[in-house]
């Protein structure tokens, strides 16, 4: 069982990330938009021959954003298979790409 310390030290924790992780992901969004998400996402899907007039723009979001993510796994893996760990911003930016999607998802991401 988990003590009342521990869960506060947690929960203090958890809010300062998720301050600091929505601050950077601001000035990201201000520098670059979201454009590019959606167009890789609608280009990949173009590829596969799996886009045409009922494709959503969250779906290409999610596609795009997807790329980017598996990327990120990608360092990650990379990393396993020398014995290393992945860098703490590698993991940073996969936890940024889950909460733009889910922010998409809940229609409060600018676009």
Not at 13 to 42: C, F, P, Q, V
Not at 52 to 57: G, Q, R, V
Request: hydrophobic share 40%; with cysteine; glycine share 10%.
């Amino acid at each position: 069982m988990i003590g009342t310390r521990a869960k506060n030290k947690l929960r203090g924790w958890w809010l300062d990330s998720a301050t600091n992780e929505i601050d950077g992901m601001m000035d990201k969004l201000a520098e670059y938009g979201t454009g590019d998400l959606h167009e890789i996402g609608r280009q990949m899907l173009k590829i596969k021959g799996a886009y045409d007039s009922e494709t959503t723009d969250q779906q290409c979001y999610e596609i795009g954003i997807t790329f980017y993510a598996l990327g990120k796994i990608q360092r990650i893996i990379t990393a396993a298979e020398q014995d290393k760990l992945a860098s703490t911003d590698t993991w940073h930016d996969l936890a940024i790409y889950a909460k733009m999607v889910l922010a998409g998802r809940a229609e409060v991401m600018p676009k």
